[in-house]
């Protein structure tokens, strides 16, 4: 469960240093938080690594939830079109997530598996 609250966590700084390099573009004092949210976003991500979560699903939950969120808070904040096709764009990263996601959870079983009949086998 821990994992899973740090790699939220890791998002919402990875889409607040992303949000912030827009707003510093026109306030260059916003430049500070773009750099304390790229890097607590990598070190929390590192830390969900450590906690076991496999890179391909921790990356592939970042990156696309990072997408999804910051075209929409780029939207609402800084007047950014959203349009229809980018919409079903985002659905098909939260489509690809989910495949991520339950490919994960399979493979994990079939190891498993393995490893009871490995047991099973030695004794």
């Known amino acids: ?3 899973w609250v740090l790699l939220a966590v890791t998002i919402g700084l990875e889409v607040m240093g992303s949000l912030s390099l827009k707003a510093a573009l026109d306030a260059p004092g916003w430049y500070v938080t773009v750099v304390i949210g790229y890097i607590g976003a990598f070190a929390l991500l ?3 690594l450590k906690l076991g ?3 391909g699903v921790a990356y592939g939950i970042w990156g696309a939830c990072g997408v999804a969120l910051t075209a ?3 939207a ?3 007047g950014e079109p959203l349009t229809l096709p980018m ?4 659905a098909l990263i939260i489509l ?3 495949t991520i996601e339950l ?3 399979r493979a994990q079983r079939r190891r498993e598996r393995e490893r009871e009949a490995d047991a099973g086998a030695a004794s």
Do not use: C, E, T
């Open 1 to 3: 469960m821990l994992k």
């Open 46 to 48: 590192s830390r969900v």
């Open 53 to 55: 979560m496999a890179i």
């Open 72 to 74: 929409l808070f780029s």
């Open 76 to 78: 609402l904040l800084f």
């Open 87 to 90: 919409l079903g764009g985002i």
């Open 96 to 98: 690809g997530v989910l």
């Open 103 to 105: 490919g994960s959870q």
